[in-house]
Structure formats: C-alpha cells, structure tokens
C-alpha cells in the first residue's frame, strides 16, 4: 500500500493537532481531542504554537492536522500556521475546530483556502469519526456535524462522554501563565467543569455556537486531570468554564473535592454579575474552600450598553456584588468591553470614575481599558431588526464586521488607548490608569481628574500573569 494513501492516517503516526493559543494555559483544546484519539489507539503529535515553533517534520509526515481555534486570537495565528502547513504539504487535510472555526467556516473554507473541513461544538467525537472516515478512504462530507466548502454541518451539540484529558508531551506548566499572590508566581493548571453556556449575552462568542445550552463534566473526570497538573507542579486551579455558576451544586462538588485532597491549591473560577447576586450564600464557602479570586464580566458602566449586550445585571448589580464579594473575602477581577457603538465618550470617562471611586485600579488590567467589540459573523448582535447605520462590512480575513463609531473621538480614543497600554503593560498600573484618564478628557476638552496613587500600595490582588481575555 501506498504510505501516503488515506489509510496510512490510522497506522502511521500522522496526525497533528495544533493550539495557537489558550489565554497563557496549557491548552485543553489539545488535551482532550489527544485523549480521544490516543484511547482509540492513534498515534498523534501535537504542538502548541504559543510557546514553541512549528516542526516542520511533524507537518511534512501529517496526513490530517487539526488546528484548534477557541477564541479570536487563536484563529488569526491558526490560519497563518495553516498557511504554512499547507506550503509545507499540500495533501494533508486540515481541519479547524472550535468556537471560532464554525463563524468563521466560509472564510476558512473559501477566500483564505487554508481549511478543508471545520468543526465546532463538543467537537471531539466528530473530530474522530472525521479522522476514521479519511483514513477508511471516506469523504468528509460523509461525516455529520462536519462543515466542508460544499456542505454546512451544525455545531454539534451531543452530550460526550469525555475521557481524562491527556497532556503527555505537551509543554510544561512552568512555560504558560502562572498564579501571582503575595509577589510569589506559582504554576498554574487549567480545567473546564463544564462547556458552553446557559445564557445568551448578545457579543459572547459562545452563544452562536451553544445556544444557551451547557454541558456537565463529571467530578469522575475533571478530578483525576487536576490531579495529574497538581502533580506536574501547579499549586493553583484555573476553573476556565464560560461561568463556573451555571451548575452551582456541581461547582461545590468540585471545590471540595479539591480541597480535600489538595488543601494547599487554590483556584480561581469565572461568574455572571448575576450569580453573584443570586448565589451570594455559596460563595463564602468558596472561599474556604481555596477560591482565590474570581472573575467576572462587568462590561460596562451603563445601563444602556448593559442593555444592549443583554447581559443580565445592572450598575446598581454590578456595585452589589462588589459587597458581597467583598464579605466573602473574594477579590474581583473585572472584565470590560469599553468601546461599544452605544458608548459615549461620557460613558468611558464615567468608567474609569467608577473603577477608581471603587478602589478596582489594581484589579483591571490595563488591556481590559481598550477593548472594542467584535462582531463575528453568525453573532447575536445581528440577530432582530434591520442593521444599524453604524455597521459596515464583513472583513472576513479579520473575522469581524466592521463598525465606525458615530462619535469619531472614540474611535481616536480606543486607538490611543490601545497604542498607550500596548506601551505601558509591565508600567505602574496607577500611571497607567492615570494617562488613560488623561486621553480620555483631553478629548472630552475637561480637566482630567486630580487624584493621587497611593504612596504605599496593598499587596497588588492575586491574579494570573496574562491578561488578554479574546
């Protein structure tokens, strides 16, 4: 037999899967699919581009490389490593999965010509059925819940018996972010308690692709991986569900068991403003049982925009959790999307007053004050009604609509603020903050406000050293 014929897929070794990058984690995306495939008796490569460069002999023997694609940065460095790989061998079948695969497919598939399939959703059983059809001579056309340039597949949304993730081979702990509380770094592992998403927040990227439906990860299977990373050297837990709070009772499980057995790791964990509020009760006994802080999508300090985004919680919310996170001895680390179309630049400079009146300097990083909202095509925000005059065109090789913002200073403002934090990343958080405020009254044509840092600063919040969250 041929070695390079589609049967050889299953016997030789060649299959590679590729992350682009996780927000600084040893990528699950990898560890899963790994798993699956490896338990079915595969022999597959694997490489993080985020930390290590593409080896070119891996790519030259793949006959199927699958590139993960869970967020937007992942995409834009996925197709540029696709671009390579294609270069490098034309006849492997490459295929993109992930949230951001499944929105983007028509570009992937077409224009940019560097996919052969996409797969988004619980994509690790398709993932391997399309791995077995390839390799027994099949089309992927012939695989349900696989997109190719002539057949639209869904997301596939099946409860999947996932096994224990596999991380043999990927890079260590200590090359991904770590955990900083009291000037100390410590390694830092990542699990996900469940996927997808109960709720359906207009500009979440999750909703296109979920629908608000979630998916449970038995504490039979989310144990036994932080047990293996706990042994690989971390000391903390990243819970990276879209909201740990979906599943409360489930959430509660999980802290204890890692508690009993690992009394000295502490965790973090992502929440809606809205289970703060409605969960108050459980988050105390969070804390004791090693949350160390939490992080939670804010967004913005108007109503309106909340409204806009649908995101469930008002400002007055947003200031009632920041109590009862405060009784629970919780720290937050608050998200923001600051430049909307609805945003006013009174509404950012309104912003910053909140985040400062509320002593949240040193928990906002500064990345998180030049945000601009990103309309992927298949996003809620161009579901209902006719389209606002703000929106433009798809720019398909930047996987976003185009919008200009009827107010020409904010978009001046994001750029600067952009450029000014790009700058000052690893710069005092308090001139920081200070120059941003600085940006946005000069265009306002106000005096910025007069305020000092403190002259000694608390113990800067427990947090993990990266700080991008798209």
Known sequence: MDDRSPAAAATNGDILLLACYELGHQPLNLAW?????????????????????????????????????????????????????????????????????????????????????????????????????????????????????????????????LPVPDRTGLPPLSDYAHYMYDRQAIQAGYVEASRGCLHTCRHCPVVPVYGG?????????VMPDIRQQVAAGAGHITFGDPDFLNGPGH?????????????????????????????????PRLRALGASFVVSAFEATSDEVLAELQKGHTVADMDEALAILDEAALPVQPTWVPFTPWTTLDDYREMLGWIRSRGLIPHVSA???????????????????PLPSWLGPLDSANFTYRWVHP?????????????????????????????????????????????????????????LTEDWFC
């Open 213 to 221: 439906r979630f998916f449970a990860v038995p504490v039979e299977t």
């Open 367 to 385: 990345v998180q004050l030049s945000i601009r909202l990103l309309i992927p095509p298949h996003s809620a925000l161009l579901d209902g009604g």
């Open 251 to 283: 959430a509660l499980r999980l802290a204890e068991a890692l508690h009993a057995e690992f009394p000295h790791v502490t965790f973090d964990f992502t929440t809606k403003v809205e289970h703060i509020l409605e969960r108050r009760a459980l988050l």
């Open 33 to 161: 699919p790994l798993a699956v495939l490896r338990g079915e008796g595969r022999q597959v490569a694997a490489q993080d581009l985020s930390v290590t460069s593409l080896d070119e002999t891996l790519v030259r023997q793949a006959r199927f490389v699958g590139i993960a694609v869970p967020m937007h940065t992942a995409l834009r460095l996925g197709v540029s490593a696709a671009r390579r790989v294609r270069a490098l061998n034309p006849a492997a079948h490459i295929c993109f999965y992930g949230l951001y695969a499944w929105m983007n497919a028509t570009y992937l598939l077409g224009e940019a010509q560097v996919a052969d399939s996409v797969i988004a959703g619980e994509a690790e059983g398709v993932l391997s059925r399309l791995v077995a059809a390839l390799a027994e001579g099949r089309p992927a056309e012939a695989v349900d819940g696989v997109t190719t340039a002539t057949r639209q597949g869904a997301p596939v949304l099946e409860r999947l018996k």
């Open 407 to 463: 107010d020409p200073r904010m978009d001046i403002l994001q750029q600067e603020v952009a450029a000014l934090v790009e700058q000052a990343a690893d710069g005092d958080v308090y001139h920081t903050f200070h120059a941003v405020e600085q940006l946005a009254s000069d265009l306002a044509g106000v005096p910025a406000p007069t305020w000092t840092a403190p002259l000694l600063p608390d113990l800067p919040p427990p947090r």
